[in-house]
């Protein structure tokens, strides 16, 4: 019997015009969902536009709100809502904006939220539309709160690969590589959390794989879950941070894009994903610390020498620019520690302006991620956030800690098949 | 990317809605298919859609205006009917255009009894009525305002 | 007979009496026809690809949403062919090609822009007003080229 498909509710303004319709329909097919346009009458739309109180000029707008509303108000069923406008249309982002904090507040649909412009891919909208798709259809996987058995995550990241072993609620197995050719550094790392937890690769009873390498090696290892890194990263954040029932926002600063994701009772609501550019992103670190001569890894320690460097010249709005301030900062006379700390404070900056907008900042913030070891970002975060940032422990293996919980969904199931056939 | 070839090229698309005590939109798809001569017409709730060379589309809609010459109304389409790209069915809700239609056939009665009116008239008689303001409505300047208190 | 383009682009109201009173009436469905009835990549549901906001840099700057721009593709060489306008304001409920209020600021502007003959009014509010709008339109189209007067 097929799967009956995630239907998502399509509340966008400007898609078709923008020649990215198909895109929108395509990305939701790969993912076994289905786009559609909840059905509202002409006078819905005068209604739904009045109660909502929001005056906007643009009319397909007003339809967006009398879309959204009849979808949080049960007249139509939806599994997950898509929201989307033209990028750089202000009218539309406060719509989305308003919308998208209307639909958490008022339902327990998760909602992406997005803007586009015509050169916005299927690929792009790939990993929302999924993230929103999974959350939809497997509601009882993501509450998984403990781990049990003898689990393995893979996480495949940009710049990294990880894996976690976890065996009875516990890490049991650690490894660590940057990624080089995607399926080699999976199995160097496998090899090293094996070795670490001292048990064998017939030991492991499920396996979950996530990050941009996770088709390739989830088909590889004959993964039980091969899941985009949205679901898995917040759901191994508020698992490591204990913050496992009520409101968390997740921050995931990666090597090539950012994830800010809220999230309520482990599931994630609403997210966003991406950046303008990697000046945004731990890339820009990665540059910074090459160009102070230290490893990623002393960056942190650097910039907490300085006091936040904020009294340097520095935006990386985009990497090039970024790169130059660097250069200039270090011509001018500045101290190190203060660059290191003016670089942190420039990529929380850009994540705070170009994503944390775009989502409900909800205490506890949790970090994760290799960049969650720089201390210097966390500090310049949480100062721009005005709380204290939690670094959970084992942060930079998140999306494999992820998928080793999630996966030992798969356990039980697994082990009475095993039974039956012996 | 996949390739696209068009269906139905060379073609145009006319909804013709009605609104009338006098004519049901059965009637005026009925009375288009009399005529159709192979065209092809599509029953509608509001009236029909023709689909064919223009010449064809302009001779049955002709003779359709002539039923109910105020109250039937044409409008160019550039879909044909029933496109999958633009069914509810597939859309999971009605095509933008549709909410569009619901509103404007909502001032056909002021419209059609205008055209009435206005069939009747001699030029200098519409030239008349064409002066009659119809004015786009626009805030009342702050001077003009603080007069009409000035005079109160 | 004159091109007239209507605004609202999708007005029923305004295709009707423009083609009624003899003349061609110019908006949406004149350019999503050609869209559909156009071969090249598959791109439902108006066949409008990334490459039409790029057209629409010719009337609307890089920095204006890609909305408006592909919506201007549709318009602009619309307004360059027309001969003639008729402007209802406040197109407040045309969903869709008149959806985006800022494509229709700007193209209400080109129309205002463009030295030809034009019509502003508004939609009627009652019977009577339905006669000074049809009046209005008529003695607006007779007295174009083509037209009866």
């Known amino acids: ?422 | 990317m996949k390739e696209y070839t068009p269906e139905y090229v060379g073609t145009v698309t006319k909804y013709v809605f009605v609104d009338s005590p006098d004519t049901t939109p059965q009637d005026i798809a009925v009375a288009a298919y009399e005529i159709a001569q192979g065209v092809m017409v599509k029953e509608t709730c509001f009236g029909c859609q023709i689909t064919g060379t223009p010449e064809d589309v302009e001779r049955i809609i002709d003779h359709l205006r002539s039923l109910d010459p105020y109250r039937i109304f044409v409008k160019d389409r550039g879909f044909p009917p029933g496109d999958s790209r633009r069914c509810r069915a597939n859309l999971g809700g009605a095509r933008p255009g549709y909410l569009g239609h619901e509103f404007e056939m909502k001032l056909s009665l002021y419209i059609s009894y205008g055209l009435s009116e206005v069939d009747k008239m001699t030029p200098a008689e519409l030239k008349r009525a064409a002066e009659k303001s119809l004015p786009v409505e626009e805030n009342l300047d702050i001077g003009q305002l603080e007069k009409i208190f000035m005079e109160k | 007979m004159a091109k007239v383009f209507i605004y609202p682009a999708t007005s029923l109201m305004l295709s009707d009496l423009v083609s009624r009173f003899g003349h061609t009436p110019l908006g949406s469905s004149v350019s999503i026809r050609e869209h559909i009835q156009t071969p090249g990549f598959d791109s439902p549901p108006l066949q409008m690809t990334s490459e039409d906001p790029q057209k629409g840099l010719k009337w609307a700057a890089v920095e204006v949403p890609s909305g408006v721009r592909g919506r201007m593709s549709l318009y602009g060489p619309l307004v360059e062919e027309a001969e003639a306008a008729i402007i209802i304001d406040e197109p407040d409920l045309a969903f869709g090609c008149m959806g985006c209020a800022r494509t229709n600021e700007l193209l209400a502007f080109m129309l205002r822009e463009k030295d030809m003959p034009r019509l502003e009014l508004r939609h009627p509010k009652s019977k009577e007003e339905g006669v000074t709008f049809v009046a209005q339109i008529k003695k607006f189209l007779s007295e174009l080229p083509g037209g009866s007067a």
Not at chain 1, 148 to 171: A, F, H, L, P, Q
Not at chain 1, 347 to 356: D, G, I, K, P
Request: charged share 25%.
């Open chain 1, 1 to 422: 019997m097929s799967e009956r498909p995630v239907r998502i509710a399509q509340i966008t303004c400007g898609a078709e015009y923008s020649g990215i319709q198909n895109e929108i329909t395509s990305a939701a097919e790969t993912v076994g969902a289905q786009m559609f346009y909840p059905d509202v009458a002409l006078a819905d739309v005068k209604t739904a536009y009045k109660e909502f109180g929001l005056p906007v000029k643009s009319p397909d707008l007003k339809l967006a709100i009398a879309r959204a509303k009849a979808v949080v108000e049960g007249k139509i069923e939806a599994d997950g809502i898509f929201i989307a406008s033209c990028f750089r249309c202000a009218e539309a982002a406060i719509v989305r904006n308003e919308l998208r904090r209307y639909i958490v507040e008022h339902s327990r649909i998760p909602v992406v939220s997005y803007s586009f412009n015509e050169r916005t891919g299927s690929s792009t909208l790939l990993t929302r539309l999924e993230a929103l798709s999974t959350i939809a259809k497997r509601r009882e996987l993501m509450a998984r709160e403990v781990q049990t058995g003898i689990t393995m995550g893979v996480d495949s990241g940009s710049s990294t690969t990880k894996c976690i072993i976890m065996k009875d609620n516990e890490i049991v197995g650690t490894g660590w590589r940057p990624t080089t050719e995607v399926l080699k550094s999976a199995d160097e790392v496998i090899e090293l959390a094996l070795a670490e937890s001292g048990l064998k690769m017939s030991d492991i009873e499920a396996i979950g794989t996530t990050g941009y390498g996770r088709f390739l090696i989830g088909k590889h290892l004959n993964a039980d879950l091969i899941q985009e890194e949205l679901t898995v990263n917040s759901k191994g954040a508020v698992y490591l941070a204990d913050a496992q029932k009520g409101f968390a926002t997740v921050i995931d600063i990666g090597g090539m894009d950012n994830k800010a994701i809220s999230v309520n009772d482990g599931i994630p609501g609403s997210f966003t994903m991406g950046g303008i550019c990697a000046g945004a992103s731990g890339r820009f670190l990665e540059m910074t610390s090459k160009r102070l001569g230290v490893d990623i890894t002393e960056l942190g320690a650097l910039s907490m020498k300085s006091d936040g460097g904020e009294g340097v010249p520095m935006n990386s709005y985009c990497i090039v620019f970024g790169t130059q301030s660097l250069v200039n900062a270090l011509a001018a006379g500045y101290k190190r520690e203060d660059v290191a700390a003016a670089a942190c404070h420039s990529v929380a900056q850009q994540v705070y302006e170009q994503q944390l907008q775009e989502v409900d900042i909800k205490e506890p913030v949790i970090m994760v991620g290799g960049s969650s070891l720089i201390q210097g970002l966390v500090r310049a975060m949480g100062r721009m956030l005005k709380t204290e940032i939690v670094v959970p422990h084992h942060s930079q293996y998140i999306g494999a800690v992820g998928a080793a919980l999630i996966s030992s969904g798969f356990v039980g199931k697994k082990r009475a098949e095993k039974k039956g056939r012996k």
